[in-house]
Antibody
């Protein structure tokens, strides 16, 4: 059974960089069959797509965050990571990692989510 | 960016009812539309992909339809565990935007 688990600091100071890791178990992150992505949800609000990465390293970012976001993959650890720079209180949210299958000729959406981790931006 | 608009924003219904939630895209997205269910304090759960295909393990009481710009999620025979917030998401083009959510509450 595939599992995704987010980890990282729960508190980040304003202007610093938020760093989170998603560890994938029960499946290989190196598979050509999946995209790996990040979504966030501010307290009491809706979902916002941050970006995703393919195992080859190709990345896709939300333009609203693009100047501050970096998503990377570490195949040796079966993990992928999110870095968000110059954070403000508006970046306070639950951050989720997720998987979206990619099979040629098939139209597939996110199928697995991590449990989420709350990151608070405060001094 | 493609804007996704859900209606209604909230909905009250009774156990046993059938309800329909609508999602409208600001431009055509073919059938690249997913639906998710989220309960308080929990991660979203994937329900439907390609507008009408059920994810593995999702009961057939959930059904989706639509193509282009207008989509619906229908839940039949509501049970207590179905009361949650539902989100649509388009994945036709980047960024993959979500609707604002529809909160389904018990009447």
């Amino acid at each position: 059974q595939l599992q995704l688990q987010e980890s990282g600091p729960g508190l980040v100071k304003p202007s610093e960089t938020l760093s989170l890791t998603c560890t994938v178990s029960g499946g290989s992150i190196s598979s050509s069959s999946y995209y790996w992505g990040w979504i966030r949800q501010p307290p009491g609000k809706g979902l916002e797509w941050i970006g995703s990465i393919y195992y080859s390293g190709s990345t896709y970012y939300n333009p609203s965050l693009k100047s501050r976001v970096t998503i990377s993959v570490d195949t040796s650890k079966n993990q992928f990571s999110l870095k968000l720079s110059s954070v403000t209180a508006a970046d306070t949210a639950v951050y989720y990692c997720a998987r979206r299958p990619r099979y040629s000729g098939y139209n597939l959406a996110i199928d697995y989510w991590g449990q989420g981790t709350l990151v608070t931006v405060s001094s | 960016d493609i804007q996704m608009t859900q209606s209604p924003s909230s909905l009250s219904a009774s156990v046993g009812d059938r309800v329909t939630i609508t999602c409208r895209a600001s431009q055509g997205i073919s059938n690249y539309l997913a639906w998710f269910q989220q309960k308080p304090g929990k991660a979203p759960k994937s329900l439907i992909y390609a507008a009408s295909s059920l994810q593995s393990g999702v009961p057939s009481k959930f059904s989706g339809s639509g193509s282009g710009t207008d989509f619906t999620l229908t839940i039949s025979s509501l049970q207590p565990e179905d009361f949650a917030t539902y989100y649509c998401q388009q994945y036709n083009s980047y960024p993959h935007t979500f609707g604002q959510g529809t909160k389904l509450e018990i009447k």
